[in-house]
């Protein structure tokens, strides 16, 4: 474990966004958030703040609020909230990652673009993500490229929805890399709306609810496990519904 706690103090808040996003108001009046040695999933409806938050665990950690290493400094267009100026992470005594990495699904392109700047500027870049630039792979593919060539051993690492460029077996693909991780002495921190990835074993999933509130679940009890076991053991079902409310709509 790297970092153990994530705390908001109360006297932080302005009043305004991200502040007034539930799970932020949750923080502020909570002991703090605890994070597991291993993986800690945040999982939570659109708009839960889950990514906001994970975000600004980035910045606190010095990370690059677009994503990339503790070393990237650029910045494509601002649009990061002020939280994690406000956030105290509390870190193991003694213990600080070797590396790390911060990937947001939304902005790996900038990313993906900068990495292929520096590698111009001092050549070697490339090679710490598989020798081929992410430009000129899939999305799905520079992924896994980026976990499997740049990933490694004492790392921190906070992922914001991968999955989101992922096919179910990239997903599986991801979920094996990440118990290689664990195993190598890493902490990741991951919101996602998998329910592929949430069943790493060992992983503490954390929901937000709608109040804002964030509690451990088991794994049949997370959200998108829930849902998706749902639609899956009756398609036609869902489908009557969600198309009768689309007609009485029109």
């Known amino acids: 474990m790297f970092v153990r706690r994530v705390r908001l103090p109360a006297a932080a808040s302005t009043g305004r966004y991200p502040y007034t996003l539930p799970v932020v108001r949750w923080l502020a009046s909570a002991p703090g958030l605890p994070l597991a040695d291993g993986v800690t999933f945040l999982v939570g409806e659109n708009g839960s703040g889950k990514s906001t938050l994970i975000e600004a665990v980035a910045v606190a950690a010095g990370f690059n609020p677009e994503g990339g290493s503790q070393n990237f400094r650029f910045a494509t267009r601002a649009s990061e909230s002020s939280l994690g100026d406000s956030l105290v992470l509390e870190w193991a005594p003694g213990r600080r990652p070797r590396t790390g990495f911060f990937l947001r ?45 740049r990933f490694g051993p004492d790392g ?34 991951v919101a996602t ?22 509690e451990p679940v088991d794994y049949d009890e997370a959200l998108p496990v829930q849902l998706t076991r749902d639609f899956l053991a009756a398609p036609d079902r869902f489908l009557h519904h969600l198309l009768a409310e689309a007609d009485d709509e029109r």
Do not use: K
């Not at 902005?107 to 000129?136: F, K, P, Q, T, W």
């Not at 992922?159 to 664990?182: F, I, N, T, W, Y």
């Open 105 to 149: 699904a939304e902005s790996y392109y900038n990313v993906a673009s900068e990495i292929e700047r520096l590698d111009e500027v001092d050549g070697g870049m490339l090679a710490s993500y598989g020798g081929v630039s992410a430009h000129e792979r899939s999305h799905g593919e520079s992924f896994l490229d980026l976990v499997v060539h």
């Open 193 to 214: 709306h998998s329910p592929i990835l949430l069943a790493l074993p060992g992983a503490v999933i954390l929901q937000v609810d709608e109040a804002g509130r964030v």
């Open 156 to 189: 921190l690492y906070l992922l914001d929805e991968p999955e989101a460029a992922l096919s179910v077996q990239g997903c599986l693909a991801l979920l094996a890399r990440m118990v290689e991780l664990v195993r190598q002495g890493c902490q990741l921190v």
